[in-house]
């Protein structure tokens, strides 16, 4: 499996991963009808938010001849990292945080506290909980942020 700098080409995918997951996991939490159909279209969200210049530069691509999924990395922080639904539990998010950690230099990111599987998922591969907490944007949900730390199992894995 090759992870790569994703490029133009890739965005529809991207985009399906991103607004899939996004229905699956988060409408439950946020009960936004209006949101996650409505205003969350692959088209539009490639245009306004994918399509720019400093997002591209921060995206990369898992691709073994079909896109399963994508992470993207703003300095240190792992902003997005998502497996398309179909193919999760194949070690692929895994072989993504692992080239966000050991390649990209990530350390650090926020995941939704109500998202236990993400956290879960993150703590599995040597990320924990700082203790610090901020709102997510324009709701009433917290986000926490987790740090990854060099001494933990995942660390010593070869990739």
């Known amino acids: 499996m090759n992870i790569r700098k994703a490029d133009v080409n890739d965005l529809s995918r991207i985009a399906e991963i991103f607004i899939f997951n996004n229905r699956i996991h988060y409408f439950p939490i946020f009960q936004d009808e209006g949101f996650s159909f409505g205003e969350l279209q692959v088209l539009p969200f490639v245009e306004h938010y994918l399509k720019k210049e ?26 997005k990292l998502y497996v398309d639904p179909f193919f999760q539990g194949r070690g692929i998010g895994g072989r993504l945080i ?15 506290e109500k998202n236990v599987r993400a956290i879960s998922f993150y703590e599995r591969h040597g990320f924990s909980l700082t203790g610090e907490r901020k709102f997510e944007e324009g709701t009433t949900e917290f986000l926490v942020k987790l740090a990854y730390y060099p001494e933990s199992d995942f660390a010593r894995t070869p990739m």
């Open 54 to 79: 400093e997002i591209m530069e921060q995206l990369y691509v898992l691709d073994d001849g079909l896109i399963r999924g994508f992470l993207q990395l703003q300095g240190a922080e792992i902003c």
């Open 98 to 112: 692992q080239f966000a950690v050991e390649k990209l230099h990530g350390s650090y990111l926020w995941a939704l």
